[in-house]
């Protein structure tokens, strides 16, 4: 079975999410990071930004990849 790679990794700086994969922010938003403009934020990775929210790292990952395939797949339905 091929396993498919996720997009999004607790390693990647917060901005590089955001002009990498635009929707992210939307499910980064969801997940309680509110400050995700915030220019700080910009320079934390995925992991740094999760531990200062109390969020499991892995967690905001894996709902961010999750999100990100959903909206693959709706825009490959229309």
Avoid: W
């Avoid at 992991?47 to 909206?71: F, R, T, W």
Wanted: proline content about 5%.
């Amino acid at each position: 079975m091929d396993e498919k790679k996720p997009k999004v990794t607790t390693d990647m700086l917060i901005g590089e999410i955001i002009v990498k994969y635009p929707d992210a922010a939307f499910a980064l938003m969801q997940c309680g990071m509110g400050c995700i403009g915030c220019p700080s934020s910009q320079g934390e990775t995925l992991e740094q930004a999760a531990m200062v929210h109390g969020m499991k790292p892995e967690e905001v990952c894996e709902y961010v990849n999750e999100y990100l395939e959903l909206q693959e797949y709706d825009a490959g339905r229309e």
